[in-house]
């Protein structure tokens, strides 16, 4: 999927404050859902918001293995035992533990196994942003919430995408479905979901 030598930036840009932000505004969409939402659908149709936020901690618990150097597929896809009203705590206890990890400037650098292959670990942790950003507007567009990121940060993150995610071999090894046309008004978050192929709001 990220393909970890297509975009300058993947090679030299140090993604770590740019993942600690999408964290943090992801964060906070999390803790504004409600019990009565977590059966809703999303934009993500593998996921109704009780297993998206059940799969976000675990993209966190596999930022974590990966850096560690360890397979990610021994993190389930969803975390499942987390309570209704527990999944803020559990994000942000994943964070903690995954964060000591990557402190160590030579991980970045580092050869590391991520869901969709060997890159260095940079390469990894930008797949791990944009799929936090998605998500995260996945989750903030089944609840109702502002569905925008800082603009800066989700168009860093879609200049890293349209390289990293090739529109034109979707499927198969990419699940992503096909690049979905922007709204003329869809703001960069947005059109970040598009590019992984979420319909527009």
Same mark, same amino acid.
């Given at each position: %999927? =990220?393909?970890?030598?297509?975009?300058? %930036?993947?090679?030299?840009?140090?993604?770590? !404050?740019?993942?600690?932000?999408?964290?943090? $505004?992801?964060?906070?969409?999390?803790?504004? @859902?409600?019990?009565?939402?977590?059966?809703?659908?999303?934009?993500?149709?593998? =996921?109704?918001?009780?297993?998206?936020?059940?799969?976000?901690?675990?993209?966190?618990?596999?930022?974590?293995?990966?850096?560690?150097?360890?397979?990610?597929?021994?993190?389930?896809?969803?975390?499942?035992?987390?309570?209704?009203?527990?999944?803020?705590?559990?994000?942000?206890?994943?964070?903690?533990? %995954? $964060? !000591?990890?990557?402190?160590?400037? #030579?991980?970045?650098?580092?050869?590391?196994?991520?869901?969709?292959?060997?890159?260095?670990?940079?390469?990894?942790?930008?797949?791990?942003?944009?799929?936090?950003? @998605?998500?995260? $507007?996945?989750?903030?567009?089944?609840?109702?919430?502002?569905?925008?990121?800082?603009?800066?940060?989700?168009?860093? @993150?879609?200049?890293?995408?349209?390289?990293?995610?090739?529109?034109?071999?979707?499927?198969?090894? @990419?699940? =992503?479905?096909?690049?979905?046309?922007?709204? !003329?008004?869809?703001? !960069?978050?947005?059109?970040?979901?598009? $590019?992984?192929?979420?319909? #527009?709001?």
């Amino acid at each position: %999927m =990220f393909r970890g030598d297509s975009c300058l %930036m993947t090679n030299t840009t140090d993604p770590r !404050p740019l993942y600690r932000e999408a964290l943090t $505004w992801t964060t906070g969409l999390i803790e504004k @859902v409600r019990e009565d939402q977590l059966t809703a659908s999303t934009p993500c149709t593998d =996921f109704d918001v009780r297993t998206l936020l059940g799969h976000l901690v675990a993209t966190v618990e596999r930022a974590r293995v990966i850096g560690e150097g360890g397979d990610p597929g021994t993190v389930p896809l969803v975390v499942t035992d987390i309570p209704g009203d527990g999944y803020a705590d559990a994000y942000r206890s994943a964070a903690d533990r %995954m $964060w !000591p990890v990557w402190t160590d400037d #030579s991980r970045l650098d580092a050869t590391v196994t991520a869901p969709w292959g060997t890159v260095p670990g940079r390469a990894a942790i930008w797949g791990y942003i944009n799929e936090t950003l @998605v998500h995260g $507007w996945d989750l903030a567009v089944a609840t109702g919430q502002p569905s925008e990121t800082r603009p800066e940060l989700a168009e860093a @993150v879609l200049a890293v995408a349209r390289h990293a995610i090739p529109a034109e071999t979707r499927g198969g090894h @990419v699940p =992503f479905a096909d690049v979905v046309d922007p709204h !003329p008004t869809a703001g !960069p978050t947005e059109r970040l979901a598009n $590019w992984s192929g979420r319909k #527009s709001i």
